[in-house]
């Protein structure tokens, strides 16, 4: 597609409940990031994939964040029992090549995620 | 570890002035990038500017300008005559160079909300 795209581009959950995010990178691109940006914040990496493989998970905040990519193309971001502290927006981006420097990323709209 | 500080929380100007959005970082990296991203109220963030650490020469685009000093830690982000079409929030940030030697994190500072009124 042109642009890299996020579904949904809102939800919500009650606590204790499970959430998928979606990220359609750009076609073509071989690098895929995911941020959590919170209220007020500026972004905070989360993972980084390179086609399938997630080389980078240290952002992840615990072990009920767990990130994939197993195509190499479409990535899913999934959150389990969902706390308040998770309420954030989630932005993919993607990038040409390997790591990012020389080819920039290029950032979705985001997911809003409410936990209530 | 690597920090970024954009001390303006937020910044109201009237239309035509010129602005100017503060970006100081922490770095013991020798190699790193520097890059301005625009936040406007739909969500995504749109890559405004690349800067190289062996790269201080000050750029230009448009009514946009960088001034990078090293010598500071410091990258400064000029608007000149300012638009409405600029309010926005703005995001200073840092390349992270991993053990690996690769550098595709990035660190962001909290980003400065500019208001242009009409």
């Known amino acids: 597609g042109a642009g890299v795209s996020q579904s949904p581009r809102y939800k919500v959950a009650k606590r204790g409940q499970d959430v998928a995010l979606r990220c359609d990178p750009i076609?073509?691109?071989?690098?895929l990031f995911w941020y959590q940006q919170a209220l007020g914040q500026g972004p905070e990496f989360l993972t980084y994939f390179q086609n399938e493989a997630q080389l980078d998970k240290s952002g992840l905040p615990s072990d009920r964040f767990f990130a994939e990519r197993p195509e190499g193309s479409v990535s899913t971001l999934k959150i389990q029992r969902t706390q308040q502290e998770d309420s954030a927006v989630y932005l993919c981006?993607?990038?040409?090549?390997?790591?990012?420097?020389?080819?920039?990323?290029?950032f979705g709209s985001g997911t809003r995620l409410t936990v209530v | 570890a690597q920090k970024v500080t954009q001390a303006q929380t937020e910044i109201s100007v009237v239309e035509k002035e010129d602005v100017t959005l503060d970006c100081v970082y922490e770095t013991r990296d020798t190699t790193y990038y520097l890059f301005w991203y625009k936040q406007p109220p739909s969500g995504e963030l749109v890559f405004l500017i690349r800067?190289?650490?062996?790269?201080?020469q000050n750029e230009i685009s448009g009514r946009y300008s960088w001034n990078f000093q090293k010598s500071t830690s410091s990258f400064n982000f000029t608007i000149t005559a300012s638009q409405v079409v600029d309010s926005a929030v703005y995001f200073c940030?840092?390349?992270?160079?991993?053990?690996?030697?690769?550098?595709?994190?990035?660190?962001f500072g909290k980003g400065t909300l500019l208001t242009v009124n009409p």
């Open positions: 940030a840092l390349s992270e160079t991993n053990s690996g030697g690769s550098n595709y994190k990035l660190t």
């Open positions: 981006a993607s990038s040409l090549g390997p790591g990012a420097l020389n080819y920039g990323y290029t």
């Open positions: 800067r190289n650490s062996f790269d201080e």
């Open positions: 076609s073509g691109h071989v690098s």
